[in-house]
């Protein structure tokens, strides 16, 4: 069984739709990383939390630790918007992050 | 700051060629990583150092060499070219990892190797 779980693994929908991302992990974690992946390559990272709520602008990120379960939420979508959105739990006393295969969304204008 | 830069940004090699992938941050970061990233695949980590003089492999290290004589720098080298190695290098840096606090990772834009 996988240690980090994201769905949808493809997600398309019309610019301006309310768009949601889940992840769920199974292991005791430090902090949790939201990563947008663009068309061309690069990295970036959105949020990283540990507790809450986090917003910036359009994007919203929530954990719920006691449940396991984090999820990323964009409002009025765009489609530049459009990428791959990684979920990567940091497993506490680890050195690594632990990866989610990622979501790949598609926004149509 | 410049952030985290790698060098270069793509190269050919054939099979048994060794090479080295550079990267650098110039935010006194700690923590820096590298991963590989394949078609249609999540990253994997190669290796990894916590602090200058420290590495430790991670997922995916066979193949690979790194050394951390620098805070600044963190190359990676390849022993001897293989096609399996065909793939997207990422680099990333950050303030800590694993030390009780969590800090944002910092990702360079990538080096595209294809070996034939």
């Known amino acids: 069984k996988n240690e980090v779980e994201q769905s949808p693994q493809n997600l398309t929908a019309q610019e301006g739709e309310f768009i949601t991302i889940n992840c769920s992990y199974s292991?005791?974690?430090?902090?949790l990383h939201w990563l947008q992946q663009h068309p061309g390559g690069g990295i970036v990272s959105l949020f990283m939390l540990s507790s809450g709520k986090k917003k910036h602008g359009r994007l919203i990120a929530t954990i719920n630790i006691q449940e396991k379960h984090s999820s990323l939420h964009i409002t009025a979508s765009h489609p530049r918007d459009s990428a791959v959105y990684i979920c990567a739990p940091e497993a506490r006393g680890n050195y690594q992050l632990i990866w989610g295969a990622g979501t790949k969304l598609i926004i149509k204008p | 700051n410049a952030g985290v830069t790698q060098t270069p940004k793509f190269q050919v090699l054939k099979t048994g060629q060794s090479m080295t992938l550079q990267c650098a941050q110039d935010m006194n970061h700690e923590y820096m990583s590298w991963y590989r990233q394949d078609p249609g695949m999540g990253l994997r980590l190669i290796h990894y150092s916590v602090g200058a003089g420290i590495t430790d492999q991670g997922e995916v290290p066979n193949g690979y060499n790194v050394s951390r004589s620098t805070t600044e720098d963190f190359p990676l080298r390849l022993l001897s070219a293989a096609p399996s190695q065909t793939s997207v290098y990422f680099c990333a840096s950050s303030y800590n990892l694993g030390g009780g606090n969590s800090y944002e990772q910092y990702f360079g834009p990538g080096t595209r190797l294809t070996v034939t």
């Open positions: 292991v005791g974690i430090s902090a």
